[in-house]
C-alpha cells in the first residue's frame, strides 16, 4: 500500500473519493455547485442522512465516472477521535470491497495528532497477514490519498510520524502473527541483525543459550531447557551522534508458550505464538529509528525462548540464582515471562546507565481480566514515568490504564526456601507479576511496565483498523514516548 498527504484542493481527475459529512450538513468541498446540489438532492430524498457510519455511494461528473462514497460522521457534538478512526478505517475496508486501486480521502480539519491517528488506522484497515496462504488474498486498493485541512508547515511532520507508525506496526503484526515453527527465536534474532544492518546508528548483540547461561541469567535459561531451540537474549544498541538521555525498551519474546510443565489448557493455546508481542513491539521500534532519528540513546532487550513440557524442561518446586544475585523458587512453569524479564531487566542495569527503562510484555492473563482488551496495563516505579506514558497514550490513542504495585504484592512473592517465589497470592495477579519485575529493579532506576496480554492480541475483531490476531500494541506507544521526550 502506498500513501500520499495532500492539502490542496479536491480535483474532478480524482476517481474515488470519500466525503466525510456530519448529520443533515453539506460541505462543499469541490466548490463545484453541480457535485453540491447532487449532494443536497441525495440528502433531501433521503438517501444519505450523515448518521454516524452510514456509508452511501454514487457516481457523478459529466460522464457519471466519479465516484463520491460519502461518509456519515453523526452529530460534532457526540463524535470523539476513537469514533473518527473506527468511521474512516471502515470508509476504507468499503473502497476496498468496490475493489477500487486508488482512493482519495478528506480529512476535515483536527487536530494535527487526530489526523495523524485517522491516517495511521486508515491505513491498517487493509493490514491482514496471508504470508502462509497460497494465494494471498491481498487487499485491492493500492494506494491512498489523503486530502487533509491542517496547515502546510504540518503536512511534512504528520507524513513521517504516520508513515512511520504504520511500517513500525506492519513489522510488529507480522512478526507476532508469524508461527512459532517459523519464527523460532533465532529467526527473530536475525530480524534484529537485519534491522541492524538498515541503519548505521544501531548495533546489535545476540547472546546464546550457552552464554546466557555462563553469564549467569539462570532464570531465563530455566525457562529454555525445555525447548530444542536456542535461547537468544538480542541486545539492539541505538546511539545517535548527540543524545542527552537513554531509554532501555525490554520485551518479553517467547516465540511460544505452552506453559512448560504446568502446561496450558489446549484451547486457544495456539494465541501464545503471540506471546513474543513485547519483542516484535520493540523490534517494531527499531525498524523506524532510522526515519525518526530521535536524539536518544535507545537501548532494546530481547529475551526470546520458548516455554515448552519436555524431559529437559524446569519442574515446579526448582530453584535458580538470578543475575542480580536473588534465588527464585519457581512453583509455576507457566510464570515464564517474569522469569526470562528478571534476568534481562537485570542484564541491562549492569550494562547500561539509563534514564527510563520501560518493559513490555504479554505477562498475565489476570490482567485481560482486570482491564479487558481496549487498555494495556501500566505499572511503575516513578509518577513522573507513568505520567509521561500516559500523556503518550492520549495523543497515540494506544490506551494503557495505571495500576498498583504496593507491599502487599510483594509480601505475597516470598517463598519457603528461596528468596522469592515466581507466583503470588489467589488475586490480583497482573500486580503480583509486576511486583516480581520490580524486585529486580536497583534502587533510583526509574521503570515502567506495560502489560499487554489483553491489547496485544485480538481474536473477536471489533475494530476496523484491527485484524484477527497481533495489533502491534505499544508500538504508538513508544513512538510517541519518544517522540516526546528524545
Ligand atoms: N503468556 C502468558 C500470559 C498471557 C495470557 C498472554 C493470555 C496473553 C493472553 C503468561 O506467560 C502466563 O502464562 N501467565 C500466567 C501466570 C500465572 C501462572 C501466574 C497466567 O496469566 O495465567
Ligand atoms: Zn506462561
Ligand atoms: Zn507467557
Known sequence: MKFDIVNTNLKFSDKVIILPLFEKKIEN???????????????????????????????????KKIKIILLGLGKKDELNPEKLYEVFAKSIKFADSLKFKEVNVVIPKFDNKITQNIIETSLLATYRYDEHKSKPQKAELEKIIFNIKNDKKD?????????????????????????????????????????????????????????????????????????????????????????????????KGLTFDAGGVSIKPSQNMHEMKMDMS???????????????KPQC?????????????????????????????????????????????????????????????????TLTGACVVALGCEYTGLFSNDNKLEDMLVEASKDSFDKVWPMPI???FHEELKSDVADLKNLGGRYGGASSAAAFLEEFVDKGNKWAHLDIAGTGMVSNVNKSYLSKGATGSGVKLLLEFINNNC
Open 278 to 292: 513485547g519483542g516484535s513491539t520493540v523490534l517494531g521500534v527499531f525498524k523506524v529509528l532510522k526515519d525518526l
Open 297 to 361: 540513546r535507545i537501548i532494546g532487550a530481547i529475551g526470546s525462548t520458548e516455554n515448552l513440557p519436555g524431559h529437559k524442561a524446569q519442574k515446579p518446586g526448582d530453584i535458580w540464582k538470578s543475575y542480580n544475585g536473588k534465588t527464585v523458587e519457581v512453583i509455576d512453569t507457566d510464570a515464564e515471562g517474569r522469569l526470562v524479564l528478571a534476568d534481562v531487566l537485570s542484564y541491562v542495569q549492569k550494562q547500561y546507565k539509563a534514564d527510563y527503562i520501560i518493559d513490555i510484555a
Open 29 to 63: 468541498y469541490f466548490g463545484d455547485e453541480n457535485v453540491y446540489e447532487e449532494i443536497n438532492s441525495i440528502i433531501t430524498q433521503k438517501f444519505f442522512l450523515g448518521k454516524y457510519g452510514e456509508i452511501f455511494n454514487f457516481f457523478t461528473g459529466s460522464e
Open 155 to 251: 503536512l511534512d511532520e504528520i507524513k513521517l510520524r504516520a508513515q512511520s507508525s504504520w511500517k513500525a506496526l506492519c513489522f510488529a503484526r507480522d512478526l507476532s502473527n508469524a508461527p512459532s515453527n517459523k519464527l523460532t527465536p533465532d529467526a527473530m534474532a536475525n530480524e534484529a541483525i537485519k534491522i541492524g544492518k538498515e541503519n548505521n546508528l544501531i548495533k546489535v548483540k545476540i547472546f546464546n543459550e550457552e552464554e546466557i547461561k555462563n553469564l549467569g541469567l539462570e532464570l531465563f535459561y530455566s525457562v529454555s531447557k525445555g525447548s530444542d531451540e536456542d535461547a537468544k537474549m538480542i541486545i539492539l544498541d541505538y546511539t545517535p551522534k548527540k543524545y542527552n538521555k537513554t531509554l532501555v525498551l525490554v520485551g
Open 406 to 408: 504496593d507491599d502487599s
